[in-house]
């Protein structure tokens, strides 16, 4: 026989309940076309873009960062390479991020609250910085001597026409979001699992740098920034502990009782 508070059904439940399904996909379609015209209000500073882009170019130099150019020589030797450096440049940034938190809403609400608060945040900032900051890509900037891969080996995102590109800002290069976005998926998965292998998440990001990189998309600056901008971002936004579940607590037994039964009546004996 089972004892009142022992069935799985009288545990405390997840102090962080799933939030409602429909809410939270307006939500996320919300952030996501705030950032969308965020990019385009960022648009159109052209030649502030090209100056930006020089000054960065000349930082990374003399602080003696590694030559963006190393990476794409990787890249340049194997056509197939390139195909599919741009491809996941190109195809990974957004779906990885949806299946992130579908997967975390679905499997973990508490840490999918925090993700998404993290993410929104993180977002924010950036696009705070594409407007005090543009800059175009090092595959863009001619003293880079790079070479754009996505537009002369395909596949590509960005129009030809960069300054008359109506469809991404293409002079919004810092901080990089491919990065930043793709770290933070890293980093929530290894924390909302308990595989041994969950540190193999990590790859993304790293696969992530080496093709904004290669492709001549970003400059190491732009991983740099967003790296510092996320780390700041976590700190502030902690993932709240869990509510400990307290063990049940089962009804005293019949011996039990007796036993209490019988001392409480000894007691009144001998007063």
Do not use: C
Request: glycine share 6%; no cysteine; hydrophobic share 50%.
């Amino acid at each position: 026989m089972k004892h009142a508070g022992t069935t799985p059904a009288d545990r405390k439940p997840d102090t962080f309940a799933r939030p409602p399904l429909v809410r939270e996909l307006l939500l996320v379609v919300g952030l996501f076309l705030i950032y969308k015209l965020g990019r385009q209000a960022a648009n159109g500073h052209v030649d502030e873009a090209f100056r930006n882009a020089g000054h960065v170019w000349d930082v990374e130099r003399a602080a003696h960062l590694p030559g963006e150019g190393a990476v794409q020589g990787l890249l340049l030797h194997d056509e197939t390479l390139i195909h599919l450096a741009n491809t996941y440049y190109a195809t990974v940034h957004f779906p990885a991020t949806l299946l992130f938190l579908a997967w975390l809403y679905w499997r973990s609400p508490r840490h999918y609250v925090w993700a998404r608060r993290v993410l929104a945040a993180l977002t924010g900032a950036a696009l705070a910085l594409h407007l005090l900051f543009p800059l175009a890509p090092p595959r863009l900037l001619a003293a880079t001597h790079l070479v754009d891969t996505g537009r002369v080996y395909g596949p590509s995102v960005y129009g030809a026409q960069p300054a008359t590109d109506s469809m991404t800002n293409q002079f919004a290069a810092m901080p990089s979001l491919h990065f930043g976005w793709a770290v933070m998926v890293g980093v929530g998965l290894v924390v909302a699992t308990r595989s041994r292998w969950r540190w193999l998440w990590l790859l993304h990001p790293a696969i992530t740098l080496f093709v904004i990189v290669g492709t001549a998309n970003h400059y190491w600056l732009d991983s740099i920034v967003v790296a510092a901008l996320l780390s700041v971002t976590l700190a502030a936004l902690r993932l709240p502990r869990a509510e400990p579940v307290r063990p049940p607590q089962p009804w005293p037994s019949v011996v039990g009782q007796r036993e209490h039964a019988a001392v409480y009546a000894a007691s009144g004996a001998h007063r």
